[in-house]
């Protein structure tokens, strides 16, 4: 299961290819050692600074309700699909083009 064609960058999970010829690369965030755990994903444009950051936590906050009485739920799919659309609709957008390698 390994390619040399491209050599994605550690932690890469997903990469979609821009209109400019860059990539938007799909990364997770992790918590510090000694317990590290995915906590957010994560799309990085290489060819421009934009992106996108989505916690696997999310707060839901009752309608009506008192603040204290929010909830906080793990769904890292959720925030996994998020990031996935718009790391989609990014490249089908993006025009700016990668550096070229030094
Ligand atoms: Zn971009």
Same mark, same amino acid.
């Given at each position: 299961?390994? #390619?040399?064609? /491209?050599?994605?960058?550690?932690?890469?999970?997903?990469?979609?290819?821009?209109? *400019?010829? !860059? @990539?938007?690369?799909?990364?997770?965030?992790?918590?510090?050692?000694?317990?590290?755990?995915?906590?957010?994903?994560?799309?990085?444009?290489?060819?421009?600074?934009? #992106?996108?950051? /989505?916690?696997?936590?999310?707060?839901?906050?009752?309608?009506?309700?008192?603040? *204290?009485? !929010? @909830?906080?739920?793990?769904?890292?799919?959720?925030?996994?699909?998020?990031?996935?659309?718009?790391?989609?609709?990014?490249?089908?957008?993006?025009?700016?083009?990668?550096?070229?390698?030094?």
């Amino acid at each position: 299961m390994s #390619s040399t064609k /491209t050599a994605w960058p550690a932690g890469v999970s997903a990469r979609y290819l821009t209109v *400019g010829g !860059a @990539t938007v690369d799909i990364t997770r965030r992790f918590t510090l050692p000694p317990d590290p755990e995915p906590y957010a994903t994560l799309a990085t444009c290489t060819g421009c600074p934009d #992106s996108k950051e /989505t916690s696997h936590y999310r707060t839901y906050y009752p309608s009506g309700g008192f603040l *204290g009485e !929010a @909830t906080e739920e793990h769904e890292p799919e959720a925030a996994e699909e998020g990031v996935r659309e718009w790391a989609q609709a990014h490249a089908e957008k993006c025009r700016a083009m990668p550096k070229p390698e030094a």
